[in-house]
C-alpha cells in the first residue's frame, strides 16, 4: 500500500502540470506595445501601397503614455495627426486619456483637443494576435501582431503597417 502513495502523488502532480500547460497554451499571452514604430506603409483599399514620403509616421509607447505623429496628402493637401495620450493594456481591456490631440485635415485647419476625454475598448485575442479599437477620435483598430510589429486599420479606408524598431 505504501507503493500506491508515492505513484499517486507523482500521477496527480503530472496530471496537474499537463493540465496548466494546456491552460496556458489557450489563454492569451500578456502583451507589450512598449517601443518605438515606423510606418513602414499604408495599404489602400484599391491595392495601392503608400510609402515614404507619401505617408510618415512615428509612434511610441512607454508604459503608460502613447505619443503618435502622421503625415500624408490628400488631393494635394497636407494632413497630419498628432497624439499624446496615457494608456493602459490589460488581457481583456485597453483605455487611453487624451493629453493632447491635433489634426490637420487636408486644408480645413488645425484642430486641436486638450479636453482630457478618455475612452476604452475590449481586446480580442485571435490568430496568434491582439486587436483593440483606439477608442478616440475615429482612430483605427490596433493590432498587435505575432512579431510585435503593429497594424492600425479602417475597413474601406487604409491598413497603416507599423515596423517596430528592434
Same mark, same amino acid.
Given at each position: 500500500?505504501?507503493?500506491?502513495?508515492?505513484?499517486? *502523488?507523482?500521477? %496527480?502532480? +503530472? *496530471?496537474?502540470?499537463?493540465?496548466?500547460?494546456?491552460?496556458?497554451?489557450?489563454?492569451?499571452?500578456?502583451?507589450?506595445?512598449?517601443?518605438?514604430?515606423?510606418?513602414?506603409?499604408?495599404?489602400?483599399?484599391?491595392?495601392?501601397?503608400?510609402?515614404?514620403?507619401?505617408?510618415? $509616421?512615428?509612434?511610441?509607447?512607454?508604459? #503608460?503614455?502613447? !505619443?503618435? !505623429?502622421?503625415?500624408?496628402?490628400?488631393?494635394?493637401? +497636407?494632413?497630419?495627426?498628432?497624439?499624446? /495620450?496615457?494608456?493602459?493594456? =490589460?488581457?481583456?481591456?485597453? %483605455?487611453?486619456? #487624451?493629453?493632447?490631440? +491635433?489634426? !490637420?485635415? /487636408?486644408?480645413?485647419?488645425?484642430?486641436?483637443?486638450? =479636453?482630457?476625454?478618455?475612452?476604452? &475598448?475590449?481586446?480580442?485575442?485571435?490568430?496568434?494576435?491582439?486587436?483593440?479599437? @483606439?477608442? @478616440?477620435? $475615429?482612430?483605427? %483598430?490596433? &493590432?498587435?501582431?505575432?512579431? $510585435?510589429?503593429?497594424?492600425?486599420?479602417? /475597413? $474601406?479606408?487604409? &491598413?497603416?503597417?507599423?515596423?517596430?524598431?528592434?
Amino acid at each position: 500500500m505504501l507503493i500506491f502513495k508515492p505513484t499517486f *502523488a507523482i500521477l %496527480t502532480v +503530472a *496530471a496537474i502540470a499537463v493540465g496548466l500547460g494546456f491552460a496556458s497554451k489557450s489563454a492569451p499571452a500578456k502583451a507589450s506595445l512598449e517601443g518605438s514604430y515606423i510606418l513602414e506603409y499604408r495599404l489602400l483599399p484599391d491595392g495601392k501601397r503608400l510609402e515614404s514620403s507619401e505617408v510618415i $509616421g512615428m509612434m511610441t509607447y512607454t508604459k #503608460d503614455r502613447r !505619443n503618435m !505623429n502622421v503625415y500624408w496628402s490628400e488631393g494635394g493637401k +497636407a494632413t497630419s495627426i498628432s497624439v499624446i /495620450a496615457s494608456y493602459s493594456l =490589460s488581457e481583456t481591456e485597453y %483605455t487611453e486619456k #487624451d493629453i493632447y490631440f +491635433a489634426k !490637420n485635415d /487636408a486644408g480645413s485647419g488645425i484642430v486641436y483637443d486638450l =479636453s482630457g476625454k478618455s475612452g476604452k &475598448s475590449p481586446v480580442v485575442a485571435k490568430d496568434g494576435k491582439l486587436s483593440m479599437l @483606439l477608442p @478616440l477620435h $475615429g482612430e483605427p %483598430t490596433l &493590432s498587435i501582431e505575432p512579431n $510585435g510589429d503593429l497594424v492600425a486599420a479602417q /475597413a $474601406g479606408v487604409f &491598413s497603416d503597417h507599423w515596423k517596430k524598431m528592434r
